[in-house]
């Protein structure tokens, strides 16, 4: 489990480093709410595009010019694996992903 949250958490920071400019800066936090752990990772980019936010979690969906579209389909798969759900915000100012743990052991 704990090589699957470290290799989500590495897809989502590398995909927000490649969507900025440099000098911008990507914030982590995490905290509990009800009875989740949230993990919160926000950028300062210029947002996701509104023609892929529908399929944001399907497999070769990239707007990278070399990218395979893999990274966010692995974060969700590997959420969905440890009974965790993603939602996120997206702007001009920015995109903001909460993974939302439960709280619960694991049955892993």
Same mark, same amino acid.
């Given at each position: !489990? #704990?090589?699957?949250?470290?290799?989500?958490?590495?897809?989502?920071?590398?995909?927000?480093? $490649? %969507?900025?400019? +440099?000098?911008?800066?990507?914030?982590?936090? =995490? @905290?509990?709410? *009800?009875?989740?752990?949230? !993990?919160?990772?926000? *950028?300062?980019?210029?947002?996701?595009?509104?023609?892929? #936010?529908? +399929?944001?979690? &399907?497999?070769?969906?990239? &707007?990278?010019?070399?990218? =395979?579209?893999?990274?966010?389909?692995?974060?969700? %798969?590997?959420?969905?694996?440890?009974? %965790?759900?993603? $939602?996120? &915000? =997206?702007?001009?100012?920015?995109?903001?992903?909460?993974? +939302?743990?439960?709280?619960?052991? @694991?049955?892993?």
């Amino acid at each position: !489990m #704990i090589n699957e949250i470290r290799q989500l958490l590495l897809n989502l920071v590398n995909d927000f480093f $490649d %969507a900025m400019e +440099r000098r911008k800066t990507v914030s982590i936090h =995490t @905290y509990s709410e *009800d009875d989740k752990i949230i !993990m919160s990772i926000k *950028d300062e980019g210029n947002g996701i595009p509104t023609e892929i #936010i529908d +399929r944001i979690s &399907t497999p070769f969906v990239t &707007t990278k010019e070399n990218g =395979t579209g893999l990274g966010l389909a692995i974060c969700f %798969a590997i959420s969905k694996r440890n009974n %965790a759900t993603i $939602d996120f &915000t =997206t702007s001009g100012n920015g995109t903001k992903f909460n993974i +939302r743990f439960s709280n619960r052991p @694991y049955l892993v």
